[in-house]
């Protein structure tokens, strides 16, 4: 009689051991491209956020300081922005000064997850 290979306690752990190794090397790099994706989306946001700010400027010739909402209100924006990092709710701030031509838009979740100059916009 042929003696069978039986499955032990031994190549159980083995198995376990592989797959957890395997987890461990993936996770940080699966977590770093979603924080990147969402970096990435912040930064189109902001882009368009700036670019409605100017137009609305430039327009109406005035500065602008207030909501998001009232670009949209005015045609300047398609929808109110949300920041993709931490919860709901949290809209970007901007402003815009129309004699100097300055805009700054924040996110409000910037201390938590700072905009690395890769992602700065320009002027």
């Known amino acids: 009689m ?8 031994y ?7 592989f797959v957890a190794l395997v987890f461990i090397l993936v996770l940080p790099q699966v977590v ?6 969402k970096m990435e989306l912040r930064y189109q946001q902001m882009k368009k956020i700036r670019s409605a700010v100017k137009k609305y ?3 109406r010739e005035q500065s602008f300081k207030g909501e998001l909402i ?3 209100r005015t045609g300047f924006l398609k929808h109110s922005y949300e920041s993709p990092f931490n919860g709901n709710g949290d809209k970007y701030i901007a402003e815009g000064d129309y004699e100097s031509g300055e805009v700054t838009v924040q996110d409000p979740n910037q201390d938590e997850v700072p905009i ?3 992602y ?4």
């Open 2 to 9: 042929a003696n069978k290979s039986k499955f032990t306690i």
């Open 11 to 17: 190549k159980l752990v083995s198995i376990l051991a």
């Open 32 to 37: 770093d491209v979603k924080k990147k994706e």
């Open 57 to 59: 400027m430039n327009t």
């Open 70 to 72: 009232e670009l949209v």
């Open 116 to 118: 690395t100059d890769e």
């Open 120 to 123: 700065k916009l320009k002027k």
